[in-house]
């Protein structure tokens, strides 16, 4: 499976942005799905996971109640709204695949794709 984030750009401070993440091949919907970004000059860092079936989801606390992520199995993608953007929010954006079990830091997730830039600024 291949992914390709979207929908970064720049915008301000309490702006609303969504990310998509189109997957290829036949077995998206098998996989549990989560978003990491990187910000400049730090490590990749996790915000956000949802189950397979989408039921289940999973926040970084300094996302909680402003992004939410869903997913449409249907259509092999997979979604990232993020409201009232800080610029601490500023980084890459990245979707990824949950490859091995345990807790989400970037080792287990694989098939990262091509990230998408999001810029906050004040």
């Known amino acids: 499976v291949q992914l390709q984030a979207s929908g970064g750009g720049l915008v301000q401070a309490g702006d609303s942005l969504r990310l998509s993440c189109a997957a290829s091949?036949?077995?998206?919907?098998?996989?549990?799905v989560a978003w990491f970004r990187r910000a400049p000059g730090k490590e990749r860092k996790f915000v956000a996971a949802?189950?397979?079936?989408?039921?289940?989801?999973n926040y970084a606390d300094s996302v909680k109640g402003r992004f939410t992520i869903s997913r449409d199995n249907a259509k092999n993608t997979a979604y990232l709204q993020m409201n009232s953007l800080k610029p601490e929010d500023t980084a890459v954006y990245y979707c990824?695949?949950?490859?091995?079990?345990?807790?989400?830091?970037?080792?287990?997730?694989?098939?990262w794709g091509q990230g998408t830039q999001v810029t906050v600024s004040s």
């Open positions: 949802i189950s397979s079936s989408g039921y289940s989801t």
């Open positions: 091949g036949r077995t998206f919907s098998t996989y549990n």
């Open positions: 990824s695949l949950r490859i091995y079990s345990g807790s989400y830091n970037a080792h287990n997730f694989g098939s």
